[in-house]
């Protein structure tokens, strides 16, 4: 299925519009991540939301799966008043698209009893924010072999504690995980369990 990033997904109130124009090829990346990796997953989750535009680019690539998204519209991020959450449910209201307004670090699991079959992570910014995401979508990931998590801003020039947390737990975790970097406009991290 061809990708298509169109200025109608953008949220109007979304200050970072001005990068439109890198946005079709780096949420092109992450929709051919996933289609790559895992074209027929049933089940997505993605720490993050904010205006909807990743989960766009996943829904494009599997249409008719469930999706779960979790954030709290992080004022640092331009949010705190709804704006991007309400954008976002319209925006994928032609999905099976749930938001879920929690903070991630908050949490333990994402949902009791629902296992994943990729996750989106781009919530907490900071190195143990990062790490403790990573540690409840690899327990929510489902056991299916083409399971995976696709991390968020890895090489992010203004977001150095990213890398930092995801290579600490890359190396924790060593035994459990692989990964591989993917070039993208802030770079990706595509994990799978061994």
């Given at each position: 299925?061809?990708?298509?990033?169109?200025?109608?997904?953008?949220?109007?109130?979304?200050?970072?519009?001005?990068?439109?124009?890198?946005?079709?090829?780096?949420?092109?990346?992450?929709?051919?991540?996933?289609?790559?990796?895992?074209?027929?997953?049933?089940?997505?989750?993605?720490?993050?939301?904010?205006?909807?535009?990743?989960?766009?680019?996943?829904?494009?690539?599997?249409p008719g799966a469930e999706f779960h998204g979790f954030d709290m519209e992080d004022p640092a991020y331009g949010g705190s008043d709804g704006k991007f959450s309400k954008w976002a449910i319209d925006l994928l209201k032609d999905y099976n698209f749930n938001y879920h307004k929690i903070n991630s670090q908050e949490v333990d699991t994402?949902?009791?009893?629902?296992?994943?079959?990729?996750?989106?992570?781009?919530?907490?910014?900071?190195?143990?924010?990062?790490?403790?995401?990573?540690?409840?979508?690899?327990?929510?990931?489902?056991?299916?072999?083409?399971?995976?998590?696709?991390?968020?801003?890895?090489?992010?020039?203004?977001?150095?504690?990213?890398?930092?947390?995801?290579?600490?737990?890359?190396?924790?975790?060593?035994?459990?995980?692989?990964?591989?970097?993917?070039?993208?406009?802030?770079?990706?991290?595509?994990?799978?369990?061994?």
């Amino acid at each position: 299925m061809e990708f298509k990033f169109e200025n109608k997904v953008l949220c109007p109130l979304d200050p970072s519009t001005e990068l439109f124009q890198h946005y079709p090829a780096y949420y092109g990346v992450k929709n051919e991540i996933l289609q790559t990796n895992f074209p027929d997953a049933k089940i997505i989750g993605e720490i993050g939301v904010r205006a909807g535009y990743s989960a766009w680019a996943f829904l494009q690539a599997c249409p008719g799966a469930e999706f779960h998204g979790f954030d709290m519209e992080d004022p640092a991020y331009g949010g705190s008043d709804g704006k991007f959450s309400k954008w976002a449910i319209d925006l994928l209201k032609d999905y099976n698209f749930n938001y879920h307004k929690i903070n991630s670090q908050e949490v333990d699991t994402l949902m009791e009893g629902k296992e994943f079959d990729f996750i989106h992570v781009d919530g907490d910014h900071t190195k143990g924010g990062v790490m403790h995401d990573l540690d409840i979508c690899l327990k929510a990931l489902s056991p299916n072999p083409k399971a995976f998590l696709l991390i968020d801003d890895y090489s992010h020039p203004q977001l150095p504690a990213v890398k930092e947390g995801v290579d600490e737990w890359l190396e924790n975790n060593k035994d459990k995980v692989v990964y591989e970097y993917k070039p993208s406009l802030r770079g990706e991290i595509v994990i799978h369990r061994k």
